[in-house]
């Protein structure tokens, strides 16, 4: 927030440089340090997410004897995802009433010795139990890196670090998948040592990372919070619901989608998959450079470009046309990502950016969470894998239309927003 040369400033009011809060300890703008700590902890969520994937058959075969295992083995997999959406709009209350920085910590604490629970765990049951609170801290966890970067930063800075966390966050799905592969050689237990990397960024973080001051006394001594804008977070919270599912469709099925093509070299399909990421990345780069547009542009175009990509994923047999779709709908992804997040956290006050980013991570996990699912039953309906891609793209395309036509008027700045 800004003050004019006549007007006193607002007692707890949190001093910035520029784009940028003051630390009010040392006096320093946020800046290299405190960006480095928050995009780590915003890859915590991926790690979870992918790092375990190539060890799945192996986990299987262990536990081969239990029932259901068929069905259970994925879940440990994919459950966080699902506890991050029921658990982060809670999260961001708590860090809006109490302390961000403070609940960062305990929940980075909490990822590790859950995540790495695993390790010594023997039952099929108790992993998944483990799995599942690995879920509620990385709702914590990703809820408080996300509301730090929006209290530390504003303007451009805030949606270039914002786009630049989308960007990040991707490529560290590579690098993960990578050493999930790697290490799993060594035995289906060992990649759960990487979960130590949560403990490793506690010290600096508790040592670089600072609470923000509340902008009035009155929040500071706890009185009641500032309402949640619903009229506000509604329509982009509904259109991430759906986003994350376009985000998340070809991340899952790609390669499904390769297989029926008679493509089954993991290197092959991995090479493929990492340059769809590398397209993903490019898209949040370019976002970072258009952030000045406004969403009734940007939201139309992200869509656009998904919706094309996912249609020529469908209309071919060709290899490297399949590639190119690919392709096309990562980089629409990746400017749909942080456009979405910059879209619903610019606009909220200090005392509601919180719950407000809260309730944007569950709507995009829940959609991610769900996309498979949703694949598959279209895919039912609709006569495969690849036909159920094109009823996804064809929908991303009409939302294409409709955030155009609902948006009509509303041209201001996608980065426009304050402290």
Known sequence: MTTSPTTPPVRGAAATAGDAVVDPATGRPAG???LILLLAASCMSVLGAVLIAPVLPQIQA??????????????????????IGLMAPFAGAIADRFDRKRLLLVAMVGYTIFGTAPLYLGSLGAILGSRVLVGVCEAAI???????????????QRSRYLGLQTLVATLSATVFLGLGGALGAAGWRTPFWLYLAAILLVVPMARFLWQPARPTAEARTGARLAGVPWRLLAAPCLVTLFGGAVFYALIVELSFVLNGLGVVST????????VMSLATAAGAIVFGRVSRLSPRVLLPTAFGLSAVGLVVVFATTSLVVVTLGAVITGFGTGMLLPTLLTWAVNR???EQRG???GLWTGSLFLGEFLAPLVIAGIGVGVGG???????????????????????RGRDEPLNTGHL
């Open 267 to 274: 290197a092959v399909i991995g090479g493929i998959s990492a």
């Open 32 to 34: 290299r340090a405190q």
């Open 348 to 350: 909220l006050s200090f």
């Open 142 to 156: 990703m809820t408080c890196a996300t509301t730090l970067i929006g209290d530390y930063w504003s303007g451009e």
């Open 355 to 357: 719950r407000g980013t």
């Open 385 to 407: 894998l690849q036909p159920a891609l094109a009823v996804l793209g064809v929908a991303a395309a009409v939302m294409a239309v409709v955030t155009w036509l609902a948006l």
């Open 62 to 83: 262990e536990f081969a004897a239990v029932a259901g295992v068929e069905v259970l083995v994925p879940i440990v997999l994919t459950v966080p995802a699902l506890i």
